[in-house]
């Protein structure tokens, strides 16, 4: 699959992305809510399931 960048550009879709940008965010909640390791991972395969549809 193929995203179109901001600036017009394509690049090849890259889950490990979806996955880091979810890792950044989990830092920016109180430490009770942060998602564990796992739950990051089966959110990131959720959304790119959604994407894909």
Do not use: H, W
């Amino acid at each position: 699959m193929k995203i179109i960048k901001g600036s017009g550009s394509e690049v090849k879709f890259d889950a490990q992305k979806i996955t880091a940008a979810i890792t950044k965010a989990n830092y920016e909640v109180p430490v009770k809510e942060r998602l564990s390791k796992e739950q990051i991972i089966l959110d990131s395969k959720k959304f790119i399931c959604l994407r894909s549809q």
